[in-house]
């Protein structure tokens, strides 16, 4: 295949970017690490609270990173009001936003300043590539992080991200390239609207591109296949941790990185490889949860550890190794997009 394809690894600090073109070293392929855009929302949203501005959120379902940001503008008694999908972008249940102070409203209000939400602006790109003097993509490939739409009490949004999880093992038999989606769960309303915006492009979330940046690398994935390893990933709002072995996911932990301190963190790890961690325990502590497969005999003791995410230097004092898919750790996940398209007979 020739088509020229920008990957992006949206998170909660940056986005990471790699515009592969098929023909060229990949080294010389284009690559960014940008701030991610729920953080340029903060920044234009606490430039029009500094102004007293009100404002009015419309657009896309998008990261929450701006939810500081917005706290800080209501605590000024400035107002705000958001459309109902925007609103989404802040929670599932919108009763709560509500009284939070949010005015749900589809036309923006008198003397309020519009800001638009989106995971995926074209007009920025298309700025930015211009100025670089590179031309449009062929297609776009995008992940993101995404809890899922599951309103209800306390714990269900954590409890529901955790159930696409499950389904990954119990339903497509653990195959990492199964969650690079040609057309997402349909609970995954910001990967949904995440695809809507990159013109119906393929779409993952950020924990399965970061399993499959690491099997990116060929000695990795070489020995996954000999014994059972461990993936972590260490991001700056999730930690989630994949048992494989012979191209199969086996096992899924995912918890809030800063929930747990280091040691917290590596004692429910390592149990988590042996199979020993109760779901309950990683949930009652504030987290999503852990789910093992029967682990064979064969795959050992899942010992063999690759920490990646930039938040990795949490695992530095243990029996970890670091490695840098395609030469830049922070391009994991595009590289893991890119890796997940192979598996599928969609890329060079």
């Given amino acids: 295949m020739t088509q020229t394809t920008l990957f992006l690894d949206i998170g909660s600090g940056t986005q990471d970017v790699l515009l592969h073109r098929p023909g060229t070293v990949l080294e010389n392929c284009p690559k960014f690490v940008l701030p991610s855009p729920a953080k340029a929302v903060a920044a234009r949203l606490q430039a029009l609270s500094a102004a007293g501005r009100h404002i009015w959120l419309h657009g896309r379902n998008m990261g929450g990173g701006f939810g500081r940001a917005l706290d800080a503008h209501l605590k000024l008694g400035l107002r705000a009001a958001a459309t ?20 749900l409203c589809e036309e923006c209000p008198p003397d309020h300043a519009a800001l638009e939400l989106t995971d995926f602006d074209p007009r920025f790109w298309q700025r930015l ?25 306390p714990g269900s949004n954590r409890r529901g991200r955790f159930q696409f999880w499950e389904r990954l ?3 497509s038999h653990g195959r990492p390239e199964d969650l690079v989606f040609a057309a ?30 690491a ?13 059972g390893i461990r993936v972590v990933n260490v991001g700056n709002g999730h930690t989630v941790a994949f048992l494989l072995f012979q191209g199969r996911i086996l096992g899924v932990y995912e918890h809030h990185t800063g929930l747990l301190d ?33 682990l064979p005999g064969a795959a050992g003791d899942f010992s ?14 243990y029996p970890v190794s670091f490695p840098a ?5 922070m391009l994991a996940g595009c590289f893991g997009l890119l890796h997940g398209l192979r598996l599928r007979g969609l890329a060079d």
């Fill in 129 to 153: 590539l211009d100025a670089a003097g590179l031309a449009w993509p062929d297609r776009i490939v995008a992940a993101a992080q995404d809890h899922g739409f599951h309103p209800g009490g």
């Fill in 169 to 171: 093992l119990l339903e």
């Fill in 84 to 103: 109902r999908n925007a609103a989404y972008s802040l929670g599932d249940d919108l009763t709560r936003i509500e009284k939070m102070g949010v005015v």
């Fill in 262 to 294: 280091a040691p917290a963190l590596w004692g429910q790890l390592e149990r988590f490889r042996l199979g020993t961690l109760p779901f309950e325990e990683a949930f009652d502590t504030g987290g999503h949860g852990c789910l093992c497969l029967d």
């Fill in 184 to 213: 997402p769960p349909p609970e995954m309303t910001r990967l949904l609207d995440l695809q809507a915006c990159i013109n119906g492009g393929f779409v993952a979330d950020t924990g399965a591109a970061a399993v499959l940046g």
């Fill in 215 to 227: 099997l990116f690398e060929e000695d990795i994935s070489a020995q996954s296949r000999e014994r």
């Fill in 304 to 317: 063999p550890t690759y920490v990646l995410g930039p938040r990795r230097e949490l695992l530095k004092p």
């Fill in 325 to 329: 898919p395609g030469g830049d750790m």
